[in-house]
């Protein structure tokens, strides 16, 4: 599915070069359940950045489905985002003057669903996620928790086949982030695959995979 070959990624800060991705290789199959730990400052972001396309690296490889993405267009990696990968972030980014139903329509409605398809979807996700009942309310109106699971059933919408999740709980109680992992566990069951970028040992380890990422490096544990 993901397969990364020697990537590098390299910023300039007050002049000096600054290495934040040291020829990365980095390999997910289908339907695996991947945590990537790294402390602030490791690189994670940057990496994260580049498996959801919102970067290029400065060289190596990106393929994706075997096909290499080195010369896909704005065009076609915004596809790609709005199709293949769902994205779900520590801060929920939701849109915070619209319900529940009307954040989880936007990517449908970008994708050309008309308001009733998009609605009946979105109602039947929230439902999913244990939030039936809650259609019609704010972000404001409802727990951090539950603006987490609106942002997982937003990130489902478009049928992705990855989920990329960075820091998913990273704003919630430790109560919260269990049950939020739990909602993660339950979906790579029925064979979604998840790749979660955290600085969290403890959410990591609820991943089957650990990836461990330090000073622009990756290792695989046990290395």
Same mark, same amino acid.
């Given at each position: +599915?993901? /397969?990364?070959?020697?990537?590098?990624?390299?910023? @300039?800060?007050?002049? $000096?070069?600054?290495?934040?991705?040291?020829?990365?290789?980095?390999?997910?199959?289908?339907? $695996?359940?991947?945590?990537?730990?790294?402390?602030?400052?490791?690189?994670?972001?940057?990496? +994260?950045?580049?498996?959801?396309?919102?970067?290029?690296?400065?060289?190596?490889? @990106?393929?994706?489905?075997?096909?290499? +993405? !080195?010369?896909?267009?704005?065009?076609?990696?915004?596809?790609?985002?709005? =199709?293949?990968?769902?994205?779900?972030?520590?801060?929920?980014?939701?849109?915070?003057?619209? =319900?529940?139903? !009307?954040?989880?329509?936007?990517?449908?409605? @970008?994708?050309?669903?008309?308001?009733?398809?998009?609605?009946?979807?979105?109602?039947?996700?929230?439902? %999913?996620?244990?939030? %039936?009942?809650? !259609?019609?309310?704010?972000?404001?109106?409802?727990?951090?928790?539950?603006?987490?699971?609106?942002?997982?059933?937003? &990130?489902?919408?478009?049928?992705?086949?990855?989920?990329? &999740?960075? $820091?998913?709980?990273?704003?919630?109680?430790?109560?919260?982030?269990?049950?939020?992992?739990?909602?993660?566990?339950?979906?790579?069951?029925?064979?979604? =695959?998840?790749?979660?970028?955290?600085?969290?040992?403890?959410? &990591?380890?609820?991943?089957?995979?650990?990836?461990?990422? &330090?000073?622009?490096?990756? @290792?695989? /544990?046990?290395?």
């Amino acid at each position: +599915m993901i /397969e990364i070959t020697n990537i590098n990624k390299s910023f @300039y800060l007050g002049g $000096e070069r600054i290495k934040a991705l040291d020829n990365i290789n980095f390999k997910v199959k289908k339907g $695996e359940f991947v945590s990537i730990i790294g402390p602030s400052g490791s690189g994670k972001s940057t990496f +994260m950045n580049i498996l959801g396309f919102l970067d290029v690296p400065d060289s190596g490889t @990106y393929k994706l489905d075997g096909v290499n +993405m !080195e010369k896909a267009s704005d065009k076609e990696l915004a596809k790609i985002r709005n =199709t293949k990968i769902g994205f779900i972030f520590q801060n929920f980014n939701l849109l915070n003057k619209l =319900t529940a139903t !009307e954040n989880i329509q936007v990517p449908l409605i @970008y994708q050309g669903k008309t308001n009733s398809e998009s609605k009946k979807k979105a109602y039947k996700l929230l439902e %999913k996620v244990g939030l %039936k009942g809650r !259609e019609e309310h704010l972000p404001m109106q409802l727990s951090g928790g539950q603006q987490q699971r609106v942002a997982i059933a937003r &990130a489902l919408a478009c049928d992705p086949e990855i989920i990329l &999740a960075d $820091e998913p709980t990273g704003a919630l109680d430790s109560k919260t982030s269990v049950e939020i992992m739990n909602e993660l566990e339950e979906l790579n069951k029925k064979g979604q =695959t998840i790749i979660i970028i955290t600085h969290d040992i403890n959410v &990591a380890k609820r991943a089957k995979r650990i990836v461990k990422i &330090a000073d622009g490096k990756l @290792y695989e /544990e046990g290395e």
